[in-house]
């Protein structure tokens, strides 16, 4: 590729660009530089230029987990690389590869319409395939990490493109090791899942067995259209009011504290927790953040334009209008209110842009 001359911007990328309909609280903060990279040629372009100009980057998915804080000073670049195909199949198995830029939701789509099973549990989640391994998405008893086969990623600093197994993602609870140890230094180009021709429906989650109650040998697409109904009913479309999904992550505390914390809070409920290998952790137990933000009475509170959702107070929306500050103060109100009464400290689930944001 020859060296881009300084000064020179590519036609692709704009300058000085708003990007609030490029993440979906709806945030208004500007990027410098922006471009959506469709090829991986012109995703080169971008890094080279960022290199030229000696600029800070940011790579956006769907831009469905992140709270902008401030106007980015770098360049951003918006995965939009499109593409699925079978890789192979072979004894009911089928490897499927998938651009990062494909919508997640249309990825599952796709696959349940011909007949790749595995992903129906994981229907309607805001994002791109891109981004799916790297906060290892899950809804209603399924991780993707349950699915991912290897994912393909550019390493920022050489330019090579390398091919990472399941295992080397380290995938965690909404974790792995692009969040971590690799964190800004590759990024996603594909993901190949490993699905299956023979239905294999899982309704481990209560609520979605639940809903299902009535249907005989429920299947694949029954799975897919309760998911769909839960969410919508739960969840509120980022479409009509900004949001980012779940702002927290569930925390995983110790048995002993969870045993002491029922003395006082008989009705806390609690969750199995699994480590990476898969196997049920003895010493820990996960907890439900919207159960602990509930007791503490945020349930459709506000600051501002921000507000903690009614129906699921996991939820932080953008009533419209709100600032990335706004949105900032009620979380960190939150997390001081549940840590003074039952002493656990919430994480943010959603990506903070800048991590540390200004007050
Ligand atoms: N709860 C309350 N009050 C409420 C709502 C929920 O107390 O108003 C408690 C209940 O005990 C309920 C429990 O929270 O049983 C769990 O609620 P829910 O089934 O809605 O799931 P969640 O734990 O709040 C997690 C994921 C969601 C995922 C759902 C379904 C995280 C951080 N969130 O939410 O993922 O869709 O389970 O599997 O793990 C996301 O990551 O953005 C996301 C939406």
């Known amino acids: 590729m020859a060296g881009l001359v300084a000064g020179f911007v590519p036609a692709f990328i704009q300058e000085n660009v708003d990007l609030s309909s490029r993440n979906t609280f709806g945030i208004h903060a500007r990027a410098r530089y922006f471009c959506a990279a469709r090829s991986l040629q012109e995703l080169r372009v971008a890094l080279q230029f960022r290199r030229v100009r000696q600029l800070p980057l940011l790579v956006l998915g769907g831009g469905s987990n992140v709270l902008l804080c401030a106007d980015y000073p770098g360049v951003v670049v918006q995965m939009a690389l499109l593409g699925i195909e079978v890789l192979a199949e072979r004894d009911g198995e089928l490897l499927v590869r998938a651009a990062s830029g ?3 939701h249309g990825f599952v789509q796709h696959c349940l319409q011909n007949g790749y099973f595995g992903l129906e549990n994981l229907a309607l989640i805001p994002g791109s395939v891109g981004a799916a391994p790297i906060q290892n998405i899950g809804a209603y008893g399924v991780e993707v990490r349950d699915l991912v086969s290897e994912v393909t990623v550019l390493d920022v600093g050489s330019g090579e493109i390398e091919t990472l197994t399941a295992a080397q993602c380290e995938f965690d609870y909404r974790d792995s090791v692009f969040k971590g140890r690799l964190r800004g230094r590759k990024i996603v180009l594909d993901v190949t899942f490993r699905l299956h021709r023979q239905p ?8 979605l067995a639940q809903a299902l109650s009535e249907v005989t040998d429920p299947q694949p697409g029954d799975v897919f259209a309760a998911v769909c109904a839960i969410r919508s ?6 479409a009509v009011l900004g949001n980012a999904g779940s702002f927290f992550k569930n925390p995983v505390i110790a048995k002993a504290s969870y045993e002491k914390l029922l003395q006082t809070y008989a009705g806390l409920p609690s969750y199995p927790v699994h480590d990476r290998a898969g196997q049920l952790s003895t010493a820990t137990v996960k907890v439900p953040a919207a159960w602990l933000i509930e007791q503490a009475g945020w349930k459709g509170k506000s600051c501002g334009r921000a507000a903690v959702y009614q129906q699921q107070p996991l939820v932080l929306v953008n009533l419209g209008g709100a600032t990335a500050l706004e949105l900032v103060a009620l979380a960190r109100q939150i997390m001081a209110s549940v840590e003074r009464l039952f002493d656990i400290r919430l994480e943010p689930e959603v990506q903070w842009i800048p991590t540390e944001p200004l007050d």
């Not at 294999?200 to 609520?207: D, G, I, P």
Request: aromatic share 12%; net charge neutral.
């Open 102 to 104: 494909e919508s997640w």
């Open 200 to 207: 294999r429906v899982n309704l481990s989650y209560s609520a």
């Open 233 to 238: 009913s739960k969840l509120p479309d980022p």
